[in-house]
């Protein structure tokens, strides 16, 4: 059986039709997503950086939310490990899907990071980002052959790194997720009225209607 991508179980989680219409598209990594990955591997030198020159990268927040946000981040126990970690960018192969692993942390056992470049949550991570960070853990712990029960997200257009337990509810995610995109083999049901849809690129291609704010306002 094939190892699904960490990509394709994020997309699922999202929309199991996002899912199918992706995998038959010609994926590029746009350039703003690469350069605000990069800032994950800069964090030394970013919490120091003039005003001037924090303004001319691609942040989400202001410069002095984002030093706020780092050195609130410069706290967590393994800060000098998330901030020049062993490994960077490592592909990893799992039992059941496979992916790149941002960062990977010294420890016994290793502990991955996951580096998105969105807006977070006001607390937590969303579902089919944490769905993604399992993936991430599960893969690695098979190539380590040790249980891994926690991980890092990382979101540093906006500075925020933080600290994920890989919860049961969490792991039960991820199998659902899994079992889902295995079986995907046509276009499933369409989502209706949601605003996930709104905000998907697939959205032409699958063809559902939105609503627009004069339908709900009911105008």
């Known amino acids: 059986m094939s190892k699904i991508p960490f990509s394709d179980l994020e997309a699922a989680t999202y929309c199991p039709r996002k899912l199918y219409y992706r995998r038959t598209d010609d994926i590029t990594v746009p350039d703003t997503v690469t350069e605000r990955r990069e800032l994950a591997y800069q964090y030394d030198r970013l919490i120091d950086a003039p005003t001037s020159e924090l303004a001319d990268l691609p942040l989400e927040v202001s410069p002095d939310r984002f030093r706020e946000n780092l050195e609130r981040a410069t706290h967590l126990e393994d800060w000098e490990t998330l901030a020049d970690p062993s490994e960077r960018d490592r592909l990893v192969e799992g039992k059941d899907c496979r992916g790149i692993v941002h960062k990977v942390l010294d420890g016994d056992p290793p502990v991955p990071s996951m580096i998105f470049t969105g ?8 579902e089919p980002q944490s769905v993604r960070v399992i993936a991430a853990a599960k893969a690695l712990s098979w190539e380590y052959e040790r249980m891994i029960e926690r991980a890092f ?3 540093p257009a906006h500075g925020i790194v933080r600290k994920i337990a890989l919860s049961t ?3 039960a ?6 079992r889902t995109a295995r079986a995907i083999d046509g276009p499933p049901p369409r989502l209706t009225n949601t605003s996930k849809c709104d905000a998907c690129e697939y959205r032409t291609e699958c063809g559902v209607k939105t609503r627009t704010l004069r339908s709900l306002l009911g105008g």
């Open 173 to 178: 995610a991820y199998r659902r997720v899994l």
């Open 119 to 126: 807006t977070p949550p006001e607390t937590g991570i969303w």
């Open 153 to 155: 997200v990382e979101y």
């Open 169 to 171: 509810r969490r792991k």
